[in-house]
């Protein structure tokens, strides 16, 4: 049986394979540059998020056995993305003075990442399983919508019917992530 590339991908990383790792870097690193500089970041910090991806991957893939259910770019795309919107998040919080010394511990750091990204995976998964028009009505609440352009995009009868609605698709999802059995690890 032949491996899929997810999986060569997956286990080149936890072994260190020089080749695979390469072809990773070849096939993946300049989107990640390119997003990043698009969205206030440097070279520098584009090696830094790709470095961190890299590592919660393999991380995730030394814990537990992990698949990546779609192609194994989009997957990196994504967490490289998920890593620097946290980082840009956190910048903005951080207090700038060039005299205190910065304590933070990138173990924890880097846990607190893979949990949320496993977090956001259960949610995506579950929000698939959505009927169509719940998926689009939760996608514009999402983006925070204002209620009067839902109910004409939806052709709702009021901004209360809207509210409602959207509190019946946020309360099935829910359903959906607390029934599966991931959900007690991820909530702690």
């Not at 260190?16 to 096939?27: C, H, N, V």
């Not at 970041?41 to 991957?57: K, M, N, P, V």
């Not at 990546?68 to 998040?89: A, D, M, P, Q």
């Not at 689009?136 to 209360?160: D, G, H, M, Q, R």
Request: proline share 1%; charged share 30%.
């Amino acid at each position: 049986m032949q491996k899929d590339k997810n999986q060569i991908y997956l286990e080149g990383l936890l072994s260190g394979e020089e080749k695979i790792i390469l072809k990773i870097y070849e096939k993946n690193f300049s989107n990640i540059v390119s997003y990043i500089k698009s969205n206030n970041g440097t070279y520098e910090d584009a090696e830094e998020i790709f470095h961190s991806a890299l590592f919660q991957l393999t991380a995730r893939v030394k814990v537990r056995n992990f698949e990546i259910k779609s192609s194994f770019e989009g997957y990196l795309y994504v967490v490289c993305k998920n890593l620097w919107l946290r980082e840009l998040s956190f910048r903005k919080k951080r207090v700038r003075n060039e005299q205190i010394l910065e304590l933070n511990n990138k173990e924890t750091d880097n846990s607190n990442f893979i949990l949320e990204q496993e977090r956001w995976e259960l949610f995506e998964e579950k929000i698939a399983l959505l009927s169509e028009n719940c998926k689009k009505l939760l996608e514009a609440y999402f983006k925070k919508t204002p209620y009067a352009v839902i109910v004409k995009k939806f052709n709702y009868a009021s901004e209360n019917v809207a509210f409602q609605r959207v509190f019946k698709c946020k309360k099935s999802l829910a359903a959906l992530v607390k029934k599966d059995t991931r959900y007690t690890n991820l909530a702690k």
